[in-house]
T-cell receptor, first 112, second 116 residues
Framework: GESVGLHLPTLSVQEGDNSIINCAYS??????FIWYKQESGKGPQFIID?????DKRQGQRVTVLLNKTVKHLSLQIAATQPGDSAVYFC???????????FGTGTSLTVIP | GAGVSQSPRYKVAKRGQDVALRCDPI?????LFWYQQALGQGPEFLTY????????KSGLPSDRFFAERPEGSVSTLKIQRTQQEDSAVYLC??????????????FGPGTRLTVT
């Protein structure tokens, strides 16, 4: 099956700094990607998505970059806040499918 | 209730017992998904419903796992003869759209199952 993995399992940043979380995917047919945030004891929460016909998409304080050439996704969080501390997952899907494939996750800790 | 709810939130079962996990999706949501999340791992797809139809059950790990959504709203995931490897958090997600996964899914808080 598809393989979605993250380069860094843990990341610590100072409050106010920018964070970058990376993700690699292996299925070149994947054409839809989502970043999720999961806090302890809660289900994943949608952050931002991107389709394969785009290479960048911006939300509120977050930006997702997609590099299809090297099958790489990144999530950039601007001015990281303590409330951003959580595990972040990237997930990939083929548009015509019913399944998302999630990576292992990166634990982000924001140091006040 | 504005979000997806799941019950129970925690379940401890002795090996060999049957369990039933309930998911109440957001009202009006057509699609419903079940995922299994092992500790420290990302969610893994189990099965998908569009209304009452189970369109994909390829992720169910064995025939001990069974899911239903008889009226197209509430869903139940049943695990028969539980084994220790079934210990995980079971997440339910729903989506307004009936078109597979390419729209935002809203996740419930999950049910943590521990098999002793």
């Amino acid at each position: 099956g598809e393989s979605v993995g993250l380069h860094l399992p843990t990341l610590s940043v100072q409050e106010g700094d920018n964070s970058i979380i990376n993700c690699a995917y292996s299925n070149s047919a994947s054409d839809y990607f989502i970043w999720y945030k999961q806090e302890s004891g809660k289900g994943p929460q949608f952050i931002i998505d991107i389709r394969s016909n785009m290479d960048k998409r911006q939300g509120q304080r977050v930006t997702v970059l997609l590099n299809k050439t090297v099958k790489h996704l990144s999530l950039q969080i601007a001015a990281t806040q303590p409330g951003d501390s959580a595990v972040y997952f990237c997930a990939e899907s083929v548009n015509t499918g019913n399944q998302f494939y999630f990576g292992t996750g990166t634990s982000l800790t924001v140091i006040p | 209730g504005a979000g997806v709810s799941q019950s129970p939130r925690y379940k401890v079962a002795k090996r060999g017992q049957d369990v039933a996990l309930r998911c109440d999706p957001i009202s009006g949501h057509v699609s419903l998904f079940w995922y299994q999340q092992a500790l420290g791992q990302g969610p893994e797809f189990l099965t998908y419903f569009q209304n009452e139809a189970q369109l994909d059950k390829s992720g169910l790990p064995s025939d001990r796992f069974f899911a239903e959504r008889p009226e197209g709203s509430v869903s139940t995931l049943k695990i028969q003869r539980t084994q220790q490897e079934d210990s995980a958090v079971y997440l339910c997600a729903s989506s307004f759209w009936g078109l597979a996964v390419t729209y935002e899914q809203y996740f419930g808080p999950g049910t943590r199952l521990t098999v002793t």
